[in-house]
């Protein structure tokens, strides 16, 4: 049988990059260098042209753009140091908890470019957006928080998660979305990544720009008085929210 249509994309190179992807996506829960390897496999493509044209659109973020601020290093006892309930205490509370590395992310070799610095500066904020949206740090928040980003940016790494998360969790669900269901089993519904995709993307569409928020000099303020600045509504309960951990709601208590 002749497939009319499937057969002007499906050609042997676009299945094999279609396949690399989707492998990277699938081990993204255990090594999050899969996030970045995809994000670097698609730095010449069409996408991440489109969302250099969607960042542009914006003289706030493209002004940051021409400067390509990235700031300091996060220091986490720095932070701890800061007033309780700031973004920067509240930061270093939640990674210190969790035991996670406040150097995740991944800079680019060189921020001359501007889709290279994009991405650099996606990446060093990726957390600092967890503590802003109230979206968990684990797979029961993932694909909200990058769809506030992708709403603002259409940066392709994180739509492109958020698109193949919906196709494995198409294949892989073997049961529907139910208030009886354990937190973990709901997470793995495909019901439940359309409500938190459709959450991160309505955020998003309401809130000022993220990008060309200079966090690192304002980790003193307020949380609270950040969160009101772009608009943002964030999560503090139910599953979706980090707030929902015991142990970090404990911490920040």
Same mark, same amino acid.
């Given at each position: 049988?002749?497939?009319?249509?499937?057969?002007?994309?499906?050609?042997?190179?676009n299945?094999?990059?279609?396949?690399?992807?989707?492998?990277?996506?699938?081990?993204?829960?255990?090594?999050?260098?899969?996030?970045?390897?995809?994000?670097?496999?698609?730095?010449?493509?069409?996408?991440?042209? +489109?969302?250099?044209?969607?960042?542009?659109? =914006?003289?706030?973020?493209?002004?940051? #753009? @021409?400067?390509?601020?990235? $700031?300091? !290093?996060?220091?986490?006892?720095?932070?701890?140091?800061?007033?309780?309930?700031?973004?920067?205490?509240?930061?270093?509370?939640?990674?210190?908890?969790?035991?996670?590395?406040?150097?995740?992310?991944?800079?680019?070799?060189?921020?001359?470019?501007?889709?290279?610095?994009?991405?650099?500066?996606?990446?060093?904020?990726?957390?600092?957006?967890?503590?802003?949206?109230?979206?968990?740090?684990?797979?029961?928040?993932?694909l909200?928080?990058?769809?506030?980003?992708?709403?603002?940016?259409?940066?392709?790494?994180?739509?492109?998660?958020?698109?193949?998360g +919906?196709?494995?969790?198409?294949?892989?669900? =073997?049961?529907?979305?139910?208030?009886? #269901? @354990?937190?973990?089993?709901? $997470?793995? !519904?495909?019901?439940?990544?359309?409500?938190?995709?459709?959450?991160?993307?309505?955020?998003?569409?309401?809130?000022?720009?993220?990008?060309?928020?200079?966090?690192?000099?304002?980790?003193?303020?307020?949380?609270?008085?950040?969160?009101?600045?772009?608009?943002?509504?964030?999560?503090?309960?139910?599953?979706?929210?980090?707030?929902?951990?015991?142990?970090?709601?404990?911490?920040?208590?």
């Amino acid at each position: 049988m002749s497939y009319k249509y499937i057969n002007e994309i499906a050609s042997p190179e676009n299945l094999q990059k279609f396949l690399e992807f989707v492998d990277l996506a699938a081990g993204v829960s255990q090594n999050v260098n899969n996030v970045w390897d995809i994000g670097d496999k698609l730095r010449d493509s069409h996408q991440m042209q +489109l969302c250099l044209q969607a960042i542009k659109q =914006d003289p706030a973020s493209a002004k940051m #753009l @021409e400067e390509k601020y990235i $700031g300091p !290093t996060y220091d986490i006892e720095n932070m701890l140091k800061m007033p309780k309930g700031s973004l920067g205490w509240t930061y270093g509370k939640v990674m210190s908890t969790l035991g996670h590395d406040p150097q995740f992310y991944r800079l680019r070799p060189s921020l001359e470019e501007d889709i290279d610095y994009i991405a650099s500066r996606i990446r060093k904020t990726h957390d600092i957006h967890h503590m802003i949206t109230g979206f968990s740090l684990d797979n029961l928040g993932e694909l909200g928080v990058i769809s506030v980003t992708v709403a603002q940016t259409r940066y392709p790494t994180f739509l492109l998660l958020d698109l193949l998360g +919906l196709l494995m969790t198409f294949f892989t669900s =073997d049961k529907l979305y139910s208030e009886e #269901l @354990e937190l973990t089993e709901k $997470g793995k !519904t495909l019901a439940y990544k359309f409500e938190l995709l459709s959450a991160g993307i309505k955020m998003g569409q309401e809130a000022k720009p993220l990008f060309p928020v200079k966090w690192e000099e304002g980790f003193e303020r307020p949380l609270d008085e950040w969160r009101e600045e772009l608009n943002i509504k964030p999560f503090v309960d139910g599953p979706f929210s980090w707030y929902s951990h015991p142990q970090l709601k404990a911490a920040i208590s």
